[in-house]
């Protein structure tokens, strides 16, 4: 296992000696697998328990099985089941560290509006 200051420090050899990483790792006898790794998985950003990851541009697929007033076909898709309004809690917090909670009467297409608009 390698920890984040490992890889930090290995990064910082590597532009001080001006080598490549393939070249520093085989000197320090680290497999190249390993550290590349443990640096994708440090550079993920790290989600608060609780909150769902999203990217821009759609509804995740586990949060389209979960809403409320929507039914999953055999094909996998979801649809709406009713058009009614459910009383939900929703905290969304930004790449930038902003927390916000939008809660209230919202129906499935509410929801898909918010998440799509991030």
């Given at each position: 296992?390698?920890?984040r200051?490992?890889?930090e ?6 532009r001080?000696k001006?080598?490549?990483?393939k070249n520093?790792?085989k000197?320090?006898g680290i ?7 443990w640096?994708?998985k440090?550079?993920k950003?790290?989600?608060p ?5 999203v990217?821009?541009g759609?509804?995740?697929?586990a949060?389209s099985a979960?809403?409320p007033?929507?039914i999953?076909?055999s ?9 009614g ?9 930004t ?12 129906t ?11």
């Amino acid at each position: 296992m390698l920890t984040r200051e490992q890889i930090e420090e290995i990064q910082t050899e590597r532009r001080e000696k001006g080598i490549s990483i393939k070249n520093l790792l085989k000197e320090k006898g680290i497999p190249e697998h390993q550290y590349f790794w443990w640096k994708r998985k440090y550079n993920k950003p790290e989600v608060p328990e609780g909150f769902l990851p999203v990217a821009g541009g759609g509804l995740p697929a586990a949060m389209s099985a979960q809403l409320p007033g929507t039914i999953q076909t055999s094909h996998g898709k979801s649809k709406l089941d009713t058009p009614g309004e459910n009383w939900m809690s929703i905290e969304l917090r930004t790449a930038g560290g902003t927390d916000m909670r939008i809660q209230g009467g919202l129906t499935p297409a509410m929801v898909y509006t918010i998440l799509k608009s991030l």
